[in-house]
């Protein structure tokens, strides 16, 4: 009787965690990119206000038309296009940004993705390392407190 009680309570588990929103699914996806957040301490942001206006502005000037005024991507971001490129991914934690580097990242914009299959044009003759780096700010504040936990353990955290 035991082990069928036990039986009911695990399925009724598993059904209930079917139902995520888009937070959940984040965290799901941080957990499976190698860090259990129940270890761990959710990370405290603590992004200079300036920093973050700035790169607000300037991802509204120059990202904003590619990826989206809420950092949300292009529709079907993960399919090629017809001329075999990939568009806009999302900046906002529901695609694979947060699993690279703040050096990765800036090389990225800095250098563009032509060479990686996108689109996305270099901007190292428009946008200089600080407005790179407060744009990644205001990208980085789009994310869950759990994406950001676990890129922060990732790529910053002492071990």
């Known amino acids: 009787m035991k082990n069928h009680i036990k039986g009911i309570l695990v399925l009724s588990l598993l ?23 129940e270890k761990k301490q959710i990370v405290k942001r603590q992004f200079d206000p300036i920093q973050y206006s700035n790169g607000q502005k300037l991802y509204a000037q120059n990202c904003a038309v590619c990826h989206g005024k809420h950092a949300e991507g292009a529709d079907n971001w993960q399919r090629r296009t ?51 780096a407060n744009i990644l700010v205001f990208i ?14 990732n790529f910053h955290a002492t071990n």
């Open 15 to 37: 059904l209930l965690s079917g139902c995520s929103d888009d937070l959940n699914e984040q965290a799901a996806s941080a957990n499976e990119y190698g860090n259990s957040l």
């Open 82 to 132: 017809e001329d075999g490129k990939f568009p806009p991914p999302p900046l906002n934690g529901t695609a694979h940004t947060w699993h690279h580097s703040t050096e990765v990242l800036t090389d990225v914009i800095k250098n563009g993705t032509g060479n990686m299959g996108g689109n996305m044009p270099a901007w190292k003759n428009k946008l200089n390392d600080k407005d790179i």
């Open 140 to 153: 980085q504040a789009q994310w869950s407190d759990e994406i950001y936990t676990v890129w922060y353990n």
